[in-house]
């Protein structure tokens, strides 16, 4: 019975973590999609550092609410749909981002490698993805 329960924990172990793995890396696709006139990869290959100040606080964000989906959830089903709703407000939250900073383009300021950009859009990251994972603890 012992070596069963241990078993049955490296298996829950491995289905959500794999599970978590596999939603950053689709948040992370998404938010490329999203932003298709950025080629953030490229800027980053470029040595553009606000490029990587941006997506390097896009996936801390998207991991703080992917953490708080594996804390709170209470089945592999729930982890995955809190974890949806966390890449989805992050995706917003940055696409809204652009639209209220009219007087600039975000775009044009990363591929300019405006670093005081990319600090203002790395902690706008990490702090949705800070409110939307504290929003998770149900």
Known sequence: MEGRIEVNLYINFA???GLALLLLAIGIILFIYSTPKLKEFNL???KNGTAALSLGGKIIGLALVLGAA???SVSLIDMAIWGAIGIIAQIIV???AEIV???FSIHK???EDNRAV????FSLSIAIGWIVAKSLSY
């Open 101 to 103: 900073t009219i007087r």
């Open 118 to 121: 990319g600090i203002m859009l």
């Open 44 to 46: 980053i290959a470029e």
């Open 15 to 17: 289905a959500y973590l």
């Open 109 to 111: 300021a990363i591929e």
């Open 94 to 96: 940055f696409l809204l």
């Open 70 to 72: 594996l804390e709170y």
